[in-house]
């Protein structure tokens, strides 16, 4: 069974930093993208941030320049750094998976979530 463990939200103060991880045991050479959502009380799920399997990076405008994901070296952990965080990036953060699981088929596996709370 296919488990994605996040770690390290929390509370911390506007302008602070938070460093999350997602470790998956999943196959790496199925591993095509990883990313990091989140969803904020009374709004929809947004997309943070994305790495392809060949490095690509993408963020929302909303978080560009504050936030960089990477990868582990075994390349099947992700991470999210947040800097100068804000109060409304207040929300739980998920990370997703995307693995291939034959010709043209993909399937996404999600994070149980994990809460950052941006408060003084």
């Known amino acids: 069974q296919v488990q994605l463990v996040e770690s390290g939200g929390g509370l911390v103060q506007p302008g602070g930093s938070l460093r999350l991880s997602c470790a998956a045991s999943?196959?790496?050479?199925?591993?095509?993208?990883m990313g990091w959502y989140r969803q904020a009380p009374g709004k929809q799920c947004e997309l943070v941030a994305t790495?392809?399997?060949?490095?690509?990076?993408n963020y929302a405008n909303s978080v560009k320049g504050r936030f960089t994901i990477s990868r582990g070296n075994a390349k099947n952990t992700v991470y999210l750094q947040m800097n100068s965080l804000k109060p409304e990036d207040t929300a739980v953060y998920y990370c997703?998976?995307?693995?291939?699981?034959?010709?043209?088929?993909?399937?996404?596996?999600w994070g149980q979530g994990t809460q950052v709370t941006v408060s003084s």
């Open positions: 997703n998976f995307g693995v291939m699981t034959g010709p043209g088929a993909s399937y996404h596996y």
């Open positions: 790495i392809t399997s060949g490095g690509t990076t």
């Open positions: 999943l196959s790496t050479f199925s591993i095509y993208a």
